[in-house]
């Protein structure tokens, strides 16, 4: 069984002999580090596609605000 690349973590670094070993012993302790991976996971997931989203968002706002404009001269222009 592979240990996860999510526990090579700054916070675990003086640990990480001993979480090994646990890891591979300790099925609580597994289960624990399972459920942090796993978080850790989605939490990346989600934080790009917040990203990706939130640049649409912006590009979206800035198009907006271009044809509210647009539609005040038109609108000034012709009234």
Do not use: W
């Not at 012993?25 to 978080?39: H, L, N, P």
């Not at 968002?57 to 222009?77: G, Q, T």
């Amino acid at each position: 069984m592979a240990f996860p690349k999510e526990l090579y973590n700054a916070k675990f670094v003086e640990y990480i002999e001993s979480l090994k070993i646990l890891y591979l012993v300790d099925d609580k302790f597994k289960v624990i580090c399972d459920d942090y991976c796993s978080s850790k996971m989605k939490t990346e997931k989600y934080k790009k596609k917040f990203e990706k989203y939130f640049q649409h968002k912006l590009e979206f706002e800035n198009l907006s605000k271009e044809l509210e404009d647009e539609i005040l001269i038109y609108l000034i222009r012709k009234g």
